[in-house]
T-cell receptor, first 114, second 110 residues
Framework: DGGITQSPKYLFRKEGQNVTLSCEQN?????MYWYRQDPGQGLRLIYY???????QKGDIAEGYSVSREKKESFPLTVTSAQKNPTAFYLC?????????????FGPGTRLTVT | DAKTTQPTSMDCAEGRAANLPCNHS???????VYWYRQIHSQGPQYIIH???NNETNEMASLIITEDRKSSTLILPHATLRDTAVYYC???????????FGAGTQVVVTP
């Protein structure tokens, strides 16, 4: 089945540690995205990548980093510089040659930092 | 991208049609209306989009007013599995970002 996988589903870290969230897709989509969602809020864009080896900052990129070395993978690192890292993180992808706004989302990773 | 306004919440009886309104009075001529939904603790799911004509797919229908300042998403026969937050998003088809607001919490009751 084609889709997006995110792992792990739940992640716990101590404050001051960097943590990397995995996102893999087998939809052959060029574009991939990372969003953050806080309780009761909508999604906010962290980073996005339109093509391999290229990515741009979204609205809330501070304290996060990404890489796009392979088309199917777009890992997100939450660094110790992110002041409030506890949140629900969602990865998405889209076929930018069709309609980039039709985004397919993964199941999300819920990160808790204490 | 134009901003959207949606009711905070609404209830719907199982088996009845659910009509979800969205206002986008500042929409420009080349902006589409997109709808997504998010079931609790899951990733959002794309539902439908349109420019000016009404659209229908296996999940829902989208009705856009003639002046394009508002639209309605219709779930024809709501089921308990349709309980979710529904997001109305407006944007052009040129590269940009999806702007998610708070959406409408729809609760389908037996």
């Amino acid at each position: 089945d084609g889709g997006i996988t995110q792992s792990p589903k739940y992640l716990f870290r101590k404050e001051g540690q960097n943590v990397t969230l995995s996102c893999e897709q087998n939809l052959n989509h060029d574009a991939m995205y990372w969003y953050r969602q806080d309780p009761g809020q909508g999604l906010r864009l962290i980073y996005y990548s339109q093509i391999v080896n290229d990515f741009q900052k979204g609205d809330i990129a501070e304290g996060y980093s990404v890489s796009r070395e392979k088309k199917e993978s777009f890992p997100l690192t939450v660094t110790s510089a992110q002041k409030n890292p506890t949140a629900f993180y969602l990865c998405a992808s889209s076929d930018r040659t069709v309609d980039w706004k039709e985004q397919y989302f993964g199941p999300g990773t819920r990160l808790t930092v204490t | 991208d134009a901003k959207t306004t949606q009711p905070t919440s609404m209830d719907c009886a199982e088996g009845r049609a659910a009509n979800l309104p969205c206002n986008h009075s500042t929409i420009s001529g080349n902006e589409y209306v997109y709808w997504y939904r998010q079931i609790h603790s899951q990733g959002p799911q794309y539902i439908i989009h349109g420019l000016k004509n009404n659209e229908t797919n296996e999940m829902a229908s989208l009705i856009i007013t003639e002046d394009r300042k508002s639209s309605t998403l219709i779930l024809p026969h709501a089921t308990l599995r349709d309980t979710a937050v529904y997001y109305c998003i407006v944007g052009t088809d040129s590269w940009g970002k999806l702007q998610f607001g708070a959406g409408t919490q729809v609760v389908v009751t037996p």
